[in-house]
């Protein structure tokens, strides 16, 4: 079936550094979007994407949305501690909104 | 409230034991979505409503689990029977309309099944 394959799982960051996660699939979607998971809370739409070629820019975030529409990337700059969490990339397939595949995540962790 | 809510936070159910888990969406909010996340897993979809119709319940992952929104607000999602398998977070969202609309996920419930 679809998948989503997110990269790295995790990564261990100074405060302060840049940060770059991806997604990748061999299936086409039409939006792809960026989650933050908090322990013991849902997820939160940082950003979305709905057309191939898109860059989106949501303060120290930038993501874009692959040409091929198989793919997309977060970048984070300027990272501080307050970015720890889990990051989940997402996308659409089918007629439904709701119809979310997820990655399986990349948790993030700033040294201070 | 401001945001989705779901209760209980955390339920703890022996293995045989039928669970109700509730979702109140955000007021207004047309489109309502059950998620099912494993430790260390990003969310599986599970189902999805538009007001009270069941559009899709195509993520059900076995005929123990059944949800429904009778009135278009308040969601349950029902597990019979729970099986250690089911141990997992349940996440529910909502969004204003069909489309293109952002999804706004709850804190989910935490079921462990021993």
């Known amino acids: 079936g679809q998948q989503l394959n997110q990269s790295p799982q995790s990564m261990f960051i100074q405060e302060g550094e840049d940060v770059s996660m991806n997604c990748t699939s061999s299936?086409?979607?039409?939006?792809w979007l960026w989650y933050k998971q908090d322990p013991g809370e849902g997820p939160v739409l940082l950003i979305a994407?709905?057309?191939?070629?898109e860059l989106t820019s949501n303060g120290r975030l930038t993501a874009q949305f692959g040409i091929t529409r198989k793919d997309s990337f977060l970048n984070i700059s300027a990272s501080i501690p307050s970015d720890v969490g889990i990051y989940f990339c997402?996308?659409?397939?089918?007629?439904?909104?709701?119809?979310?595949?997820f990655g399986k995540g990349t948790k993030l962790s700033v040294k201070p | 409230g401001a945001g989705v809510s779901q209760s209980p936070r955390y339920k703890v159910a022996k293995r045989g034991q039928d669970v109700a888990l509730r979702c109140d969406p955000i007021?207004?909010?047309?489109?309502l979505f059950w998620y099912q996340q494993a430790l260390g897993q990003g969310p599986e979809f599970l189902t999805y409503?538009?007001?009270?119709?069941?559009?899709?319940k195509s993520g059900l992952p076995s005929d123990r689990f059944f949800a429904e929104r009778p009135e278009g607000s308040v969601s349950t999602l029902k597990i019979q029977r729970t099986q250690q398998e089911d141990s997992a977070v349940y996440l529910c969202?909502?969004?204003?309309?069909?489309?293109?609309?952002?999804?706004?996920f709850g804190n989910g419930t935490r079921l462990t099944v021993t």
């Open positions: 299936s086409i979607f039409n939006t």
């Open positions: 997402a996308a659409h397939y089918g007629g439904s909104q709701g119809n979310l595949i």
């Open positions: 409503f538009q007001n009270e119709a069941q559009l899709d």
């Open positions: 969202a909502s969004s204003l309309v069909h489309g293109n609309s952002p999804l706004h």
């Open positions: 994407l709905y057309k191939a070629g």
């Open positions: 007021s207004g909010h047309v489109s």
